[in-house]
């Protein structure tokens, strides 16, 4: 919503859409979604003043078995990286991943990767 009551917001909106009319900008109605409280937006979660990153792009991370070989092992890292922001002390996390050259992975880097889905699950900061 854009206004701290939904009055406002009705207000904002109208504001709006006239402003767009007058500047001849033409809106897809079918796309538009007006009034709500939670959206997904360019891989966020946006939901009552938090952001956290889209569950339905993280889910698939979080479900990733442990890896069998090397290959397999750097696309897991590479998914943990684009992902880092949201994971405190990442570079310290990583590091048994990182780390590892001989499979099946060590209890190390095992507690590596069980600690950073568990980050990456409960990752969400606070906007307002």
Not at 109 to 115: M, S
Request: hydrophobic share 40%; net charge positive; aromatic share 8%.
């Amino acid at each position: 919503m854009c206004g701290i009551t939904k009055e406002e917001h009705g207000q904002n909106l109208k504001v709006f859409l006239n402003a767009a009319k007058e500047c001849n900008i033409t809106l897809n109605e079918g796309k538009c979604k007006y009034a709500k409280e939670t959206i997904s937006l360019l891989g966020y979660h946006i939901s009552k003043g938090v952001l956290q990153p889209d569950p339905d792009r993280v889910k698939p991370v979080l479900k990733m078995p442990v890896h069998r070989n090397y290959k397999e092992l750097q696309r897991l890292v590479g998914l943990f990286a684009y992902y880092e922001q949201w994971i405190p002390r990442y570079s310290d996390k990583i590091r048994p991943l990182v780390a590892a050259k001989v499979f099946p992975l060590d209890d190390n880097a095992v507690g590596a990767v069980k600690v950073l889905k568990d980050d990456l699950a409960s990752a969400a900061l606070g906007v307002i």
